[in-house]
């Protein structure tokens, strides 16, 4: 999906109705789902000291 977003919008553009709004923030918020930069939790075992990255999910 996140390499063919731009060419789905595109063609719909050129279709001469694109996407309604809401669909494409929705589709950039999935897109932001489970990606680190978007913000994570850094998890930490006290016993053994490792450490696990969850990504925020922010879609809905």
């Known amino acids: ?12 553009s050129d279709v001469g109705r694109g996407l309604l709004r809401y669909v494409e923030r929705d589709f950039a918020r999935y897109l932001e789902c489970g990606v680190l930069v978007h913000g994570f939790a850094r998890l930490r075992c006290k016993r ?13």
């Open 48 to 60: 053994c000291k490792d450490e696990l990255l969850v990504a925020f999910c922010i879609a809905g």
């Open 1 to 12: 999906m996140r390499e063919n977003l731009a060419t789905l919008l595109a063609e719909a």
